[in-house]
DNA sequence: AGGCTAACAGACAGGTCTGTCTACTGCTGT
DNA sequence: ACAGCAGTAGACAGACCTGTCTGTTAGCCT
């Protein structure tokens, strides 16, 4: 149970929101903690307290990015039907959503992975997100019946990450749909 | 002519390197004008002659990207032979070159764009350079009879988009490789 | 020779950023 | 009742960043 007196959710909660919709819109580095304390309404203290550096405060973002994303792949193929070839094809409605919300800014973990250094944990969390998607993705295609479904999964994924990554520029739908077609055009000659 | 003593081009053109060198690799919000000067080995006052602003740095710095990469995206286009068909899928190589160059981190405009704010110059500039590399593509899609050139184009650049963003995390030539052979399929299926 | 121009060298102002620290407040469990 | 805890409020240090300004040096053209 929360203490204190918590208008909406616990500190943590709120400067967790607040670093969410401030790291997507201008990228972490764009955003000082202090705008951070600002709109969460939360006392500077509180919050080094529970995010000793502000990478720890990156690193949550990209979890809750990370379980928000993926959780919307899922769901859109489920959505799909049961037939893992229709999944595969069906996962890419989950970019047109993406990019049909506002403010919708491209794919926050590439936008993120940009601006910090190689070999930090930023970049490591960004692969191991790219990775367990991939393997996901991977899976379906192998009981999707692909011959090699590494290859299907390197390919979709590719789709993806394109369609995420112009997302900076431009969260035009005929994106979403020209992949997905591609999708449906590489799934069919795969699964041939 | 170039005045005063110049130990390897101008002035101008030795600031141009290092910020293309330096902006590549930390992107240019994480290098300070202070780092440019000092290894470009150039005074101060004529850094800001040159570019008044550090955006018309960077302004400079996709240009010259744009330049590069545009190149090396037609060249490998030319190199695969005189069908456009083949040109289409030829293109695909420049990517294979990018991933093995060392030093490879992804595509600067897309890395520069995550790290800017929505409506500035650098974004514009990225559109402009996303916009030309398609109307090309959109050409010689036209000049193999795709039935739909607007498509098949959107579908070939976001599979390049796609390489190029996650070669921010992983320049596995596998990836240019996957890109690659999406393309045969997809230009295959447009002129069935 | 002398003026013009490009460049060098570096101090400086004003702002922003991260992270630390002190002092205070109020709820909660024992 | 009271200790402990979670939070508030905000000053502060130290680094860094952009952009300006002053003064000096050296080649080039007339």
Redesign the pocket.
């Known amino acids: 149970?929360p203490?204190?007196?918590t208008p909406a959710g616990?500190?943590?909660d709120r400067i967790l929101e607040t670093a969410f919709r401030l790291f997507y819109a201008h990228g972490p580095r764009g955003v000082?903690?202090?705008?951070v304390i600002a709109e969460s309404?939360?006392?500077?203290?509180?919050l080094?307290?529970?995010f000793?550096?502000?990478d720890d405060l990156v690193l949550a973002y990209l979890d809750r990015v990370d379980q928000a994303w993926f959780g919307a792949l899922r769901a859109a193929a489920r959505d799909a039907g049961d037939e893992p070839r229709d999944q595969l094809v069906g996962m890419f409605d989950a970019l047109a959503g993406a990019c049909r919300r506002d403010g919708y800014h491209g794919c926050a973990f590439i936008n993120t992975a940009a601006e910090s250094p190689a070999g930090g944990p930023v970049h490591a969390r960004t692969v191991e997100h790219k990775t367990v998607v991939r393997a996901w993705v991977t899976e379906l295609a192998r009981q999707a019946g692909a011959a090699d479904p590494e290859l299907l999964a390197r390919q979709l994924t590719l789709l993806l990450d394109g369609g995420l990554a112009s997302g900076v520029l431009d969260g035009d739908p005929v994106i979403a749909d020209a992949a997905r077609r591609s999708a449906r055009t590489l799934v069919d000659a795969a699964l041939r």
């Open positions: 149970m203490a204190h007196r616990s500190a943590r000082g903690v202090d705008t309404g939360v006392a500077k203290a509180t080094y307290k529970h000793p550096r502000k």
